[in-house]
């Protein structure tokens, strides 16, 4: 992997961090294209079975690299062509991303941690959607995602108003997950990651696929889609094992079979 997006794995973990902590993490065409590599790695890696998406210093990623400008590509290239590739790896892969967010997740920053499956935030992180000052639209999916979380008038309020919203005011509003020590935010996240990652592999997939089409369908469809993911694990070694170690008073050792 390249110098400005790290990939190391620890166990079933993937860590995978954002590294230009002199530019608060800010994305490049590069950065987006290594991050969508290294995403597609380990999605791909069946020896890892949860992510962590983080960033090196003091920022999660101040959002689009404003001094690179679009570097020969347009806006619309820009948003189709390097950032939803990234909210789609991470949207579509099997397994849960967590975004681990220190500092500030400003812009399409922003947008890429609440794309995550689960975010933590460190105390005194914020997040920030800056785009009305410089008379630009909340983009890469923040609209969608803003108005479907916070409802229609809390969203354009935070938006329109470029307003920080403090790690704890996420959680409350249900933006993030839970908040950690800055100083503890990298073992807390590896810590989540890693109990995730002895949960039954298939079910988290299972889990992340039928919730994420609830969030656009209708009950009906939804319901079809849980029996029949409901079908294909009942009776697999892995619901065996669950349940064994149900009845044995043990903790169950998954395989993703």
Same mark, same amino acid.
């Given at each position: /992997? &390249?110098?400005? !997006?790290?990939?190391?794995?620890? *166990?079933?973990? +993937?860590? @995978? ?75 579509? /892969? &099997?397994?849960? !991303?967590?975004?681990?967010?220190? *500092?500030?997740? +400003?812009? @399409? ?149």
């Amino acid at each position: /992997m &390249s110098d400005i !997006v790290n990939y190391e794995q620890k *166990g079933a973990v +993937a860590v @995978i961090t954002l590294n230009r902590p002199d530019a608060l993490n800010a994305f490049t065409t590069e950065l987006s294209l290594q991050l969508q590599l290294a995403l597609e790695q380990a999605a791909a890696d069946d020896a890892v079975r949860v992510i962590v998406l983080t960033g090196e210093g003091r920022s999660f990623s101040a959002g689009a690299d404003l001094k690179s400008g679009f570097e020969g590509r347009s806006v619309f290239g820009k948003l189709h062509y390097e950032y939803r590739p990234v909210f789609s790896a991470i949207a579509t /892969m &099997s397994k849960p !991303v967590i975004a681990a967010v220190p *500092g500030s997740a +400003a812009g @399409i920053g922003m947008s890429v941690a609440l794309h995550c499956d689960l975010l933590l935030m460190a105390e005194n992180a914020f997040l920030l959607s800056p785009f009305t000052t410089i008379s630009l639209v909340p983009d890469g999916g923040l609209n969608w995602l803003l108005v479907r979380q916070l409802g229609y008038r809390r969203a354009f309020q935070l938006s329109v108003e470029s307003e920080r919203i403090p790690a704890a005011r996420c959680v409350e509003l249900g933006l993030a997950n839970k908040t950690a020590p800055a100083e503890e935010l990298q073992k807390v996240a590896l810590d989540w990651a890693e109990a995730l990652a002895k949960r039954a592999p298939r079910s988290l997939e299972a889990t992340k696929k039928v919730m994420r089409h609830a969030i656009d369908n209708d009950w009906a469809s939804t319901f079809n889609m849980e029996a029949d993911w409901q079908q294909a694990l009942a009776g697999s070694d892995d619901n065996t094992e669950g349940v064994d170690a149900f009845f044995e008073k043990r903790e169950p050792k998954f395989k993703g079979k």
